[in-house]
């Protein structure tokens, strides 16, 4: 072997010492540095002009790459990155997805029986008698196009973590025409041109394509490498796993389960101001003998709604609360990403998406 030239054998211990901390460029979770560099799916996270759109950037990329930062460059009062999506461009579309959701139930569409308002939410004791769900006029609502594909869904799953989901063709169809349905509504239409404008996606057959990826595509969320397991499941259905609830973020599953016996009710812990709906109800309830100590959920939203707003917050801020308004109101979204897997280009699932309700 040739022997190492001195310069290069005084380099080898920073090198070395570099490599082994991740920083002979910058930390490898950061963006520090990174800005503008291109797509290497061997780098834990990223930092290139795509990584908004694949929902895969470092925690700190908008600290590092957003206009207005060292790292960042612009050009003729230009930003370089006319991709970003600030909280005040959240705002408006949300409230615009808000004042377009038509399907929305009216006030006397439905009648809440709240009962008991607990600030106490590990007790685990029933304190409401009487179902949440008074009355829904579930004939007006349910026959809708999207509320009716929506429900289709729900009997595709299991609900016990480390249970492997296998989708029949059936299945797989229902998928695809429950977003033929929502993509028919102006919430969604709403979203579309709003992330389009951003330069999010370039037709709607690829946002879509994207939204059917992230929702319904399987992961592992249990011990071994079955999938069994997809943010749609989590978020809107529910999972039991080491023998807790989670997820299950939807009104119209927690009225179907509860007419069945296999929701009840405890209380509530937080009641959103709104006086129509949506409205957004912090519950604690049993689900198949199973505890779940805190279940934000919309109340009266139509199933295009809270997909189109989970779908924005996860696209605009993946991992992060995401700051929105509807009706005049402020209302926070937390997302989380699925890490342990991806899809295209290092794209990342969704883990959960919620309204963070206190």
């Known amino acids: 072997m040739a022997k190492m030239k001195s310069w290069a054998f005084l380099l080898l ?21 990174r800005c503008d560099e291109k797509y290497n799916q061997e780098d834990v996270c990223h930092c290139d002009d795509n990584c908004e759109q694949n929902q895969n950037c470092c925690e700190d990329y908008h600290v590092h790459c957003r206009t207005g930062t060292t790292d960042h460059k612009e ?36 009648v809440l029986n709240k009962q008991y308002f607990t600030s106490k939410t590990n007790r685990q004791e029933d304190n409401s008698p ?5 009355y829904v006029n579930h004939e007006k609502l349910f026959s809708k196009p999207t509320y009716a594909s929506f429900i289709k869904l729900l009997d595709n799953y299991n609900a016990h973590v480390g249970t492997e989901e296998k989708f029949t063709k059936e299945q797989m169809k229902e998928q695809d025409i429950f977003l033929q349905e929502i993509m028919k509504t102006e919430v969604m239409k709403e979203l579309y041109t709003f992330l389009h404008s951003k330069n999010r996606y370039d037709t709607e057959a690829e946002f879509v394509d994207d939204l059917k990826k992230m929702w319904f595509g399987l992961y592992s969320r249990g011990k071994d490498e079955d999938d069994d397991s997809s943010g749609f499941e989590h978020v809107f259905l529910g999972e039991i796993k080491k023998k807790k609830v989670s997820g299950f973020h939807n009104w119209i599953r927690f009225y179907l389960l509860e007419k069945q016996g296999i929701v009840n009710y405890f209380s509530h812990s937080y009641d959103g101001p709104w006086t129509s709906y949506p409205d957004v109800l ?66 990342k699932y969704i883990a959960t998406a919620y309204v963070a309700s206190s």
Not at 130 to 134: A, E, R, T
Not at 283 to 304: C, H, L, N, R
Not at 316 to 330: D, M, Y
Request: glycine residues 10%.
């Open 130 to 134: 009487n179902q949440l769900f008074s």
């Open 13 to 33: 211990p920073v090198v070395i010492s570099n490599l082994a901390s991740g920083s002979l460029y910058g930390p490898v979770d950061s963006c520090k540095g």
């Open 75 to 110: 050009k003729e009062g230009f930003s370089y990155r006319d991709n970003t999506i600030t909280d005040e461009e959240l705002q408006e579309a949300s409230e615009k997805i808000y004042h377009s959701d038509h399907n929305r139930a009216e006030e006397s569409d439905i």
């Open 282 to 347: 912090g519950m604690q309830f049993d689900f198949d003998g199973f505890y779940k100590q805190v279940g934000s959920a919309f109340i009266g939203s139509s199933p295009e709604f809270e997909f189109g707003l989970y779908s924005l917050c996860f696209i605009a801020r993946p991992g992060k609360v995401c700051h929105l308004k509807i009706g005049g109101h402020n209302l926070d979204i937390q997302t989380y990403t699925w890490d342990k897997s991806t899809y295209v280009n290092g794209k």
